[in-house]
């Protein structure tokens, strides 16, 4: 499943981890008002794409155009998902928040590496 994500890049899920996010989702009281916002966005825009015999998948143009798609693209392995970057959005990234990163590791792992 291709569906947009965070920082204008795309996810890509297995099916079995689209289906676990979209348990979650559904657990989530509708009385929610970001889980309702976040729901509506992601399933709206989330498209079952089959690669072909070669491998390949399309990208439907509405998630490119999200995404900034053009020519070059960085596609990247986040745990569970891959995302699909604009090569140059990617580069914008990582230089943002590299510097960063040491200090981040701190709040995200627990106890550290």
């Not at 291709?2 to 981890?17: D, H, N, S, W």
């Not at 676990?20 to 989330?46: C, D, G, N």
């Not at 959005?89 to 701190?106: K, P, R, T």
């Amino acid at each position: 499943m291709i569906t947009k994500g965070q920082e204008r890049c795309l996810y890509v899920f297995p099916m079995a981890e689209f289906r676990r996010i979209a348990e979650q989702l559904h657990e989530t009281p509708m009385t929610h008002k970001a889980a309702r916002a976040y729901s509506r966005v992601f399933f709206a825009s989330a498209h079952d794409e089959v690669p072909d015999k070669q491998g390949r998948v399309t990208v439907p143009i509405h998630l490119r155009g999200y995404a900034g798609l053009d020519r070059e693209l960085v596609v990247i392995g986040a745990s569970s998902r891959v995302e699909i970057w604009d090569a140059a959005a990617w580069a914008s990234y990582l230089e943002d928040s590299e510097d960063d990163f040491a200090d981040i590791e701190e709040g995200v792992l627990p106890g550290g590496l």
